[in-house]
């Protein structure tokens, strides 16, 4: 089974699950955004994908936060408006993504280092801002992004969208996301009559894009197969939903195959391999910058060779196995906040020739519940330092335990500040 999102877009647009955040409208920063968008247009309601490129031209690090992204918009006539952010409406989150495309997020945010660029991918399912009702009139529309980091407030590129005029079945669908919607300020696709006339006009293209949030209302798992998704693209599916959906495809023939080489059945782990390799390597080849970035990400991924599928199996059943160095986990730093908690910068040296797996669970955990925060199961040779983050009260004590080896941190002087340099390691 796949690991597909399970936030509904559908409860999204009804909530407006993020809360307003204040993003200057102009840059106060040094940090570029250029955006890419994939389509450059499309039916109301049904957004495209972004690859979004983030540049950091200075010696600092600059902290992005997630949820601070929002648009101002510019229509044909010169009137503009901005969508989110602005008081009545959440920003929009561009780090999610099911599939580990993006970076490794740190207290919320995404961290670009001095002189280094990061690249976000913001999926159709992320994009909710293409759902407000101002952005549901035909039209073009100038569109720029704001976001908010560390060093202030930054701004995109200019870039062109068009908002298809519906005709036929997709008209009449598109007359009720209109009607009565004032106040909603986005598409109610989970609203009763709407979801009415989609089943009334099923070969319509609101139909067969919104298919598969509205399976997940009724049954999460089996809307997020690999065969329920792949019966999604073969219906014809929007250009920013097909590209996400075969992403996800791609990435379910992996964990196919792994669960295949659990099972020591290497052929069918080869072939289900093969297939997802196929996908991704279409993809990698395709015109459109979110797709062929996204697959180049996912490709650069372990677990796509038989050798590795063969170590990950014998680590997993505890077979074939050379001597093996410890993982020693480590406290990078400690931060004291303003709020009475303190955060850990941790990072790992893995001393070996291979990639470890540890699941999170007895060989991968905290002393302290819950187990899982956000600390990585896939431990790369060599060292790595500030790999993730985890606050806390400052009167707790922080212990990350791998494979029985243990990092300490603590708000007291014990542990190295953060304006010390990294890569020193805690106590075991």
């Given at each position: ?5 399970t936030?509904?877009l559908?409860?999204t647009?009804v ?20 955006v ?12 495209p994908?972004f ?6 031209p200075?010696?600092?690090?600059v902290?992005?936060?997630c ?10 006539d ?7 952010c602005?008081?009545t ?8 993504s099911?599939l580990s495309l993006?970076p490794t997020?740190?207290?919320?945010a995404?961290v670009?280092?001095?002189g280094a ?9 992320s994009?909710?801002?293409?759902l407000?009702t ?16 560390s060093a ?8 062109i ?17 209109l ?8 598409i109610?696709f ?5 979801q ?26 089996t ?5 329920a998704?792949?019966?999604?693209v073969a ?14 495809i ?10 295949f080489?659990?099972?020591?059945k290497?052929?069918e782990?080869?072939?289900a ?10 993809l ?10 996204a697959a180049?990400?996912?490709l ?6 038989r050798?590795e599928?063969?170590k990950f199996a014998d680590?997993v059943?505890g ?6 160095k ?5 406290v990078?730093?400690v931060?004291?906040?303003?709020d009475?908690t ?10 070996n020739?291979?990639?470890?797996y540890?699941?999170?669970?007895p060989k991968?955990?905290f002393?302290m519940a819950?187990a899982q925060?956000?600390?990585?199961t896939n431990?790369?040779l060599?060292?790595?330092?500030d790999?993730f983050?985890?606050?806390?009260p ?6 990350w ?6 990092a300490?941190?603590?708000a007291?002087e014990?542990?190295p500040?953060c304006?010390t340099p990294?890569?020193?390691?805690a106590?075991?």
């Amino acid at each position: 089974m796949i690991a597909y999102a399970t936030t509904l877009l559908v409860s999204t647009i009804v909530t407006a699950a993020l809360p307003p955040q204040t993003v200057p409208a102009t840059a106060s920063t040094t940090l570029n955004m250029q955006v890419e968008v994939t389509p450059g247009h499309g039916l109301p309601g049904i957004p495209p994908a972004f690859k979004i490129t983030l540049d950091n031209p200075v010696q600092d690090p600059v902290k992005v936060y997630c949820a601070s992204f929002g648009f101002n918009v510019v229509r044909s006539d010169g009137s503009s408006f901005s969508v989110g952010c602005d008081g009545t409406a959440g920003c929009s989150n561009f780090c999610k993504s099911p599939l580990s495309l993006n970076p490794t997020l740190h207290d919320g945010a995404v961290v670009v280092a001095g002189g280094a660029k990061s690249v976000l991918y913001v999926d159709f399912e992320s994009n909710t801002q293409f759902l407000d009702t101002r952005l549901l009139l035909p039209g073009t529309y100038k569109i720029r992004i704001i976001g908010a980091a560390s060093a202030g407030g930054f701004v995109s590129n200019e870039f062109i969208y068009t908002v298809d005029d519906p005709q036929g079945d997709n008209r009449l669908v598109w007359n009720l996301l209109l009607d009565g919607n004032e106040q909603a300020r986005y598409i109610p696709f989970s609203r009763a009559d709407v979801q009415q006339a989609l089943a009334a006009h099923p070969g319509c293209d609101y139909s067969r894009a919104w298919a598969y949030y509205l399976d997940l209302l009724n049954d999460e798992k089996t809307a997020g197969s690999r065969e329920a998704l792949q019966r999604y693209v073969a219906s014809g599916v929007p250009e920013s939903l097909d590209m996400e959906f075969r992403l996800s495809i791609a990435a379910a023939y992996r964990s196919e195959a792994k669960d295949f080489a659990l099972q020591g059945k290497l052929t069918e782990a080869e072939n289900a391999l093969a297939t997802g390799l196929g996908i991704l390597q279409t993809l990698a080849a395709n015109k459109s910058s979110y797709a062929a970035g996204a697959a180049a990400v996912l490709l650069k991924q372990p677990l796509w060779t038989r050798q590795e599928l063969v170590k990950f199996a014998d680590q997993v059943h505890g077979v074939n196995q050379p001597p093996l160095k410890p993982i020693e986990p480590r406290v990078n730093c400690v931060r004291l906040n303003s709020d009475g908690t303190f955060t850990v910068v941790f990072g790992y040296v893995n001393p070996n020739k291979g990639v470890l797996y540890f699941a999170v669970g007895p060989k991968n955990t905290f002393e302290m519940a819950p187990a899982q925060r956000g600390q990585p199961t896939n431990f790369m040779l060599g060292e790595h330092n500030d790999v993730f983050r985890v606050t806390a009260p400052a009167g707790e004590k922080m212990v990350w335990i791998v494979d029985g080896h243990r990092a300490t941190a603590s708000a007291n002087e014990g542990s190295p500040r953060c304006d010390t340099p990294a890569g020193q390691s805690a106590g075991h």
